[in-house]
């Protein structure tokens, strides 16, 4: 049986919230309960993942995207 779920960790620390990762844990929550990825991924908010200088940083699955935006990381978890 495969294991469907993503697993999203969404940089919490100062540099990453600086650069927009509360605007895309919001956008990327509301996609999860009423849009296109609805129970396709759970979030997690993590403390700083000492890559500041990438803010903000979300993972997918392992994957890191860099610079994160909603369609870049919408694209990973569909992908994975
Ligand atoms: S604040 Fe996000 S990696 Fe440091």
Redesign the pocket.
């Known amino acids: 049986m495969k294991f469907n779920r993503r697993l999203v960790f969404i ?7 600086k ?1 927009g ?1 509360k605007r895309i844990r919001k956008e990327l929550k509301e996609a999860a309960t009423e849009g296109g990825l609805k129970g396709h991924c759970k979030f997690f908010q ?7 200088k ?4 979300v993972i997918v699955d392992g994957y890191f995207c860099k610079k994160a935006d909603m369609k870049s990381v919408a694209e990973q978890i569909k992908k994975a």
């Not at 993590?46 to 500041?52: A, I, L």
Request: glycine fraction near 10%.
């Open positions: 940089c919490g620390g100062s540099d990453c919230k650069a990762s993590t403390k700083c993942m000492d890559m500041c990438s803010a903000p940083v």
